[in-house]
């Protein structure tokens, strides 16, 4: 029995995504397996993350689906003129730390407006923060889907098999024990290009130092 399968297929939310992506994407040996979103909200997360070529290949999947997903950036980052430009044209988020609500409440908030309007608004996160090892997950992604009361999508960025894997939804059920036993599971077997700088699947048990997502 599959671990993440809250939102059987078929999904109805899909894009018409770039054959070129596509094309780069197999003449590296990659392949991407995705049947669309089962909402138009939700927070996606990708594991393992070992090394700088992770972003090259998820940005490429990310185009050859054709999702317009967003990811969070450090707000310092976007001040800077050419490279602000760029991660907003890429899809990012600038990461507010200090905003009075948090920067989960606001990303609630914001995931709550688009579920009222209707409109399309995917969070994609690493939940390690890093490509150094850590002894845990960070727990932005969990306080964002579960406030929000949104999918969790755990895509597998699996080395072993050259594939992105987008099939998996999980609906949080606020039981942090369960529900990590759930995604541990959905992930096993998963093989980052480094695997030994991989996070065991499981929350932090106090934040980084810095860190409040």
Not at 80 to 103: F, K, N, T
Not at 187 to 194: F, I, S
């Amino acid at each position: 029995m599959n671990p993440a399968a809250d939102y059987p297929g078929p999904h109805p939310v899909r894009f018409s995504g770039s054959s070129l992506s596509r094309w780069l994407l197999a003449c590296m040996g990659w392949q991407v397996q995705f049947d669309g979103f089962p909402r138009l909200q939700g927070v996606a997360i990708v594991y393992p993350h070992t090394s700088n070529w992770d972003f090259v290949v998820m940005l490429l999947a990310k185009w050859a689906i054709g999702v317009p997903a967003r990811f969070w950036g450090k707000d310092t980052l976007f001040r800077v003129p050419l490279l602000g430009a760029w991660m907003r044209w890429l899809g990012g988020i600038p990461l507010e730390r200090h905003s009075p609500r948090g920067a989960v409440g606001d990303m609630v908030a914001l995931m709550a407006g688009h579920r009222r309007d209707e409109r399309l608004l995917w969070l994609a996160l690493s939940p390690e923060g890093t490509r150094r090892r850590t002894p845990g997950w960070r727990s932005g992604f969990y306080q964002v889907a579960l406030g929000a009361d949104v999918p969790l999508a755990l895509i597998q960025l699996d080395y072993s098999r050259k594939r992105v894997k987008v099939t998996d939804f999980l609906r949080l059920s606020g039981d942090e024990a369960a529900d990590y036993a759930r995604m541990a599971a959905a992930y096993e077997g998963v093989r980052g290009l480094h695997p030994q700088l991989a996070s065991p699947v499981q929350p932090l048990s106090k934040p980084l130092s810095g860190d409040t997502v």
